[in-house]
C-alpha cells in the first residue's frame, strides 16, 4: 500500500476517477494519457485501467474491452514505476487494489458530454467522491492538450514495459544491433499490410465531409524507392513491422520484393527475432513499440496511430522520424504536439539586419511548435551564429555548388533594371540557398517545411495542420502586392519529396534562363523561378493572407505571419521621424494601414534593441492622434485614423 490517506476499510479515500481504454495498442495509450490528464484536472486520483489484449477494429467504431478481454495495467506497463514518476510531477495515480470497489462509483457515459468535458464532468460529481467514465480516448479538446502539454508528455514518458515485456524489447534491441557490422545501430519500418487496414482506409478515403484524405495507402507498394529517396542506408538492418498474422498475403509478397529485391534492404521480422514466444496482439505491439523507440530511423504510415505515436514521441527526444505514405498526421488534429520544420536562411554580412533576424526567432519559439532551422552561409564564427544556437536553432552551413554559376548569370543583364534585390551578387546568393532546402541531409526526415524570410514575425501558433487540407503538392504561397499569381516566396510551405525528386532539372531550368536571373512574367530571383517552373501546382496551392500578412494592406487580426515585405522596421521609423523613405509611397501607405498594429506586437520581441523601442514609442503616439481624431471626425473609420495626416509632422510636434 502507497502512502496514502486511507478509509477505514483500506481503501484510497479521497477522490478518484476510473475509465477505460479501447481499440489497439496506441490508441489505449493515448486513452490512458487522457484519463490521467483529466483525472488531475478533476483534482482526483487516476485509478489505472485495465488494457485490452485485443483491441482490433473491425470497423470505425470503438473496440471496448470486457472482463474476459482485458488484463491489469501491470501485465504491459511497469505500473509502480508509472505511479511514482506521476507522483514526482504532482500528479495522483493508484492501483486499482488500492481504489474502492466499482459499486461504489458514479459511472457517466462519455457519449453525451460536451466538446470540452472537465466543467460537465466537474458538475456531474460534484457530490460523488468517486466517479467512472468509460473509454477515455481523445476526450480532452486539443487546445487543452496543448496549452497544457506537460502533463500529457509526463503521463507518455511515465510509462515504460513492464519488466517481462522489458525483456524482449531489451533482446530484439541487442539482436538487431548485432546484425549490421561495424554499426550497432538499426532501422524500423513500421508498414500497414493487413486486410482490416485496407478496409480502413477504403472508409477513411471516403468520409462525405469534403475533406480530401488521400494518403492513407501511399507508396507502400515502392518503400524501397522511398527509403532511399530519405536516405536510409541499404547497409543498416531493417526491421519490418506489421500483424503479420493478419496481413495481406499479396501485399506482403509485393512488398517485400521490392524492399529485399530491388531494393536491397537486410530486413529482419519478428518471426526471426522472437522465433519461440507467444503475445497477445497488444503485448507485441509494445514489445515493437519500445523496439522502434531505440532504432536510428523509423519510418512509419502517419495514418496509423501506432506509427503517429512512435513519430510524436521520437520527435520529442529528437529522433529522426518520418512517415511514408506523405500527407498530414490525422492524429495531430486530436493531439497537437507535433513540431513544424522551419527553416530560414542568413548571412555573416547582414548584420544590419540581426535585429529582424532576433524578432523572428524569438517570436516563433515562443509558440513551442517549430523545430528551427538556418541555412547559414558565410562566416561560422559570426556572433550571430552563437546566438541562433542559444535559441535552439539547428544550424546548417552549406556552401551551394551552383554559386559561381549563379554569379555569371546575373552577368547575362542589367538586372537592376527590374529589381534594386539584384544591388548584391553576394546577397542573392545567399537568397537563393532556399532552392537547395529539399536536398539538406539534415531534413531529409521531413514531408513538409515551413520556409520564411528573416523579415518577419510570428503572431499564432503554426503547425502543420494549420494550413489545412489539401496540402501542396510542391509549393504553398501567398500573393505578393496585388492578390494574383505569380506568388511572393517570402514564406512557403515546402513538400520535399518532389522537390527533390525535381531538383536537377530545377536547377537546369535556372541556368538555361537567358534573362540573367531575372524570369519575364513571373519575377526575379529564384522566386520568379519557382513560379515559373512549379506554376501549375503553384497556382493550386496559394496560401491564405493569414501566413503572410504585410503592413501596406489593411490589418489582420487573424495574422499568422507579419512579413516586413518592401520598407523594414528600420525604413518605417525613419519615415515616422523625418519624412523620408527610400521605398517611395510604401512607408506611407504602411503607416495609413497596419504598420503600428503590427509593429507594436514585433517591438515586444526586441525589446533591448533601439529600433524597437523607439518604433513602439512613435506608434504610441500615433494611436493616440488617431484617438483623438475619431472622436473629432466621427465620419471617419477608426481603421484608418491617421488618413490625410502628415504622420512625421505630428510625430514632431508631439513628441
Partial sequence: MAAYLVDSEGFYAARTLRFDVCNGFANQRIAIAYGVVMAHYLGRAAVLPNILMNGTQGSDDWTLGSPNSTLPLSVMYDSQHFILALSQGGIVAVDPSEAPPLDRYTFVAMKNAPANPLSWLRERGANDTHLRIDCSFLRLPPGLVAS????????????????????????????????????????????RLENDWLSHCNRWGTIPDGVIRNNCFNNTYNLDTYLQNKGVSREVVLYVASSWREANTEIVRKVMLGLVGSGGYQVVTSAYLFPAINLSREEAACVEFYIAMQSDRFLGNSVSSFSAMLILERQKRGGWSASYNGGN????????????????????????????????????????????????????????????????????????????????????????????????????????????????????????????????????????????LPLPATFGMASEMSDMFPYNAGVMLMHLPPLQATYDSFIEFIFDNQNGMFFPGYGPGDQGAINQFYENSVVKAKLSQEFNAKPYFPALESAYIVHFHGPKPADFLTYLETGNCTFGEMCDTGAKKSFCFYAMEWASHIKDEEVGQRLYAACKVLAQVGSLQSKIYTDQPSSKPHEGT????VLAELG
Avoid at 546548417?396 to 551552383?402: C, N, V
Avoid at 523579415?455 to 503554426?462: G, L, Q
Fill in 148 to 191: 497544457n502539454a506537460r502533463h500529457f508528455w509526463a503521463v507518455l514518458e511515465a510509462l515504460k514495459p513492464s519488466p517481462r515485456l522489458n525483456e524482449y524489447v531489451q533482446t530484439g534491441i541487442t539482436k538487431l544491433r548485432g546484425l549490421t557490422s561495424g554499426s550497432p545501430t538499426f532501422n524500423f519500418l513500421h508498414v
Fill in 329 to 468: 498526421i490525422p492524429m495531430s488534429a486530436a493531439v497537437p504536439l507535433y513540431k513544424l520544420p522551419w527553416v530560414f536562411t542568413y548571412n555573416s554580412w547582414s548584420a544590419k539586419y540581426n535585429y529582424m533576424l532576433k524578432a523572428a526567432v524569438r517570436s516563433g519559439l515562443a509558440f513551442d511548435t517549430f523545430v528551427p532551422y538556418c541555412l547559414f552561409s558565410g562566416n561560422m564564427t559570426s556572433p550571430i551564429v552563437n546566438w541562433l544556437q542559444s535559441q535552439g536553432v539547428v544550424i546548417i552551413h552549406a556552401e551551394p555548388k551552383w554559386a559561381q554559376r549563379l554569379l555569371d548569370g546575373l552577368k547575362k543583364a542589367d538586372n537592376l533594371a527590374h529589381s534594386h534585390l539584384y544591388a548584391d551578387p553576394q546577397m542573392q546568393i545567399g537568397t537563393w540557398q532556399r532552392i537547395d532546402i529539399p536536398i539538406l541531409p539534415e531534413l531529409s526526415e521531413w514531408e513538409y517545411v515551413l520556409f520564411t524570410d528573416a523579415d518577419v514575425f510570428f503572431r499564432k501558433a503554426i503547425t502543420l495542420d494549420s494550413f489545412g
Fill in 646 to 649: 502628415d504622420l512625421p509632422t
